[in-house]
């Protein structure tokens, strides 16, 4: 019996390592394991507490050395452009108090230049010594971002350098906001500039009317770029996408460039922003004379009105309905200034009674839906400010309201795959913003 019990214990550890009890193997060196920790954990002869005892040294106070007015340590300014600015105000901000520099710029032809170029939002920057005296100033000298630099030498002399302009840095930003009373107090508590908020309006106006169907609890959530200049936002440049959620109903809309080159608004299926024609090229009070025979207010007897009167307020902006080329800017008779505009063989719209032409507008020129072409006026044979639409098909005029106009065409079926791939990370912008999943484009 003593011989088997002595044969079983030498053969366990043959057992305990055998492949068929990898279990058993673990289980004895986790005991073992576990017993090194219990051993280590023991620290034999513990000494005790350790006492600490507090070391507090007295430092010297560092050495200052105190610049005087006059001192070669210059003040870096760095400044905006604002509205109505001079280079006298300019300097005020800035705490220049130089007449030879001030000077410099108001009589050198570089400094000249400089000053016609002075925009709103442009930067300015400038080294100014304690006593004012102007170490360096660098001004814009093209929207382009070219800067003149003025600076002083060693001697004190000044001198003039050109700068290449700096690459401007194009920022994709974000915001979302919850209506509370209206769109623009939710986009300012955001801190969404108003150039955005305005292009929103825009883009929903033709399925939100903002006046009447925005509802406390209405959403929007935009994807805009910034303009930097030497890190400083300057201006907005394109909306990518929206949304808005008004009364429950989503409405997203998404830049697209298709084949033609330019740059159209879709919804996120691929529908067209884009009407053939605008109805109104503008925004206006009240329609206050329609198409058709009427009393003629200054000659006193009945005459056809040949197109659409929208009242409005001297120098409202007036908009191209569609693309088009500019067939005539100028003069004519009882229209007064007008505008008028080929969109096709078929097709040409007129604007009269205008107080001025946009700037550039000139015959042959090309513009597109929605561009600035003019303003609102009472030139001509008119009794008040307001707008004298036309629209004329085959050089008959029919009513701008009422007449059948050409659509704007849909993307092609290859055209709507490409838009759903180049859209797709913007829609998933927009779902980020609002935690909800993305919308796809229709695959019918």
């Not at 011989?3 to 990898?22: D, G, N, T, V, Y």
């Not at 080929?342 to 719209?349: C, N």
């Not at 604007?351 to 550039?360: E, I, K, N, V």
């Not at 849909?410 to 998933?428: I, K, Y």
């Amino acid at each position: 019996m003593q011989a088997r019990k002595s044969r079983i214990l030498a053969e366990l550890p043959a057992h305990l390592f055998s492949r068929k009890r990898p279990w058993l193997l673990a289980g004895v060196f986790g005991t073992s394991l576990l017993g090194v920790v219990a051993a280590t954990a023991v620290v034999p002869n513990d000494p005790g507490p350790v006492s600490l005892t507090p070391v507090i040294e007295t430092l010297a106070a560092p050495q200052t050395t105190t610049l005087d007015a006059a001192g070669e340590l210059p003040y870096v300014h760095d400044d905006r452009v604002m509205p109505g600015d001079t280079v006298n105000s300019i300097f005020r901000r800035l705490g220049i108090t130089d007449q030879e520099a001030l000077d410099f710029l108001l009589s050198s032809p570089e400094g000249k230049l400089a000053l016609r170029q002075l925009r709103a939002g442009l930067s300015v920057t400038a080294l100014v010594h304690g006593n004012g005296r102007l170490a360096t100033l660098s001004l814009p000298t093209s929207q382009s971002g070219d800067r003149l630099t003025i600076e002083r030498d060693s001697t004190g002399t000044i001198r003039v350098r050109k700068e290449a302009a700096e690459p401007a840095m194009t920022v994709v930003e974000m915001r979302s906001a919850t209506i509370r009373h209206s769109l623009f107090g939710a986009t300012d508590s955001v801190g969404l500039p108003d150039s955005i908020a305005t292009k929103l309006a825009d883009l929903f106006g033709t399925e939100i009317d903002f006046h009447t169907d925005l509802r406390s609890g209405d959403q929007f959530s935009v994807v805009y770029e910034t303009i930097y200049d030497h890190g400083v936002p300057v201006r907005t440049g394109r909306v990518l996408a929206a949304e808005f959620v008004n009364q429950g109903k989503r409405h997203v809309v998404v830049l697209y460039k298709g084949a033609s080159g330019k740059e159209q608004y879709y919804t996120a299926d691929g529908r067209s922003l884009r009407q053939g024609f605008l109805r109104s090229p503008l925004a206006f009070t009240r329609i206050s004379s329609g198409f058709g025979r009427r009393f003629h207010p200054i000659h006193k007897n009945w005459r056809t009105h040949a197109g659409v009167d929208f009242a409005a307020p001297t120098g409202t902006p007036v908009k191209a309905s569609s693309d088009a080329t500019v067939e005539f800017v100028g003069t004519q008779n009882g229209y007064g200034n007008i505008v008028v505009l080929r969109h096709s063989s078929r097709y040409a719209t007129a604007y009269a009674h205008l107080s001025r032409f946009a700037t550039g507008l000139k015959k042959g020129m090309s513009v597109n839906q929605g561009d600035l072409i003019a303003y609102v006026g009472s030139t001509g044979w008119a009794t008040g400010p307001h707008l004298h639409y036309e629209v004329r098909v085959n050089n008959v005029a029919q009513d701008p309201m009422k007449v059948a106009l050409p659509t704007a065409d849909p993307l092609t079926p290859q055209e709507l795959g490409q838009f759903r791939t180049a859209s797709a990370p913007l829609l998933n912008r927009l779902s980020l913003l609002n935690n909800v999943p993305a919308p796809v484009a229709s695959k019918d």
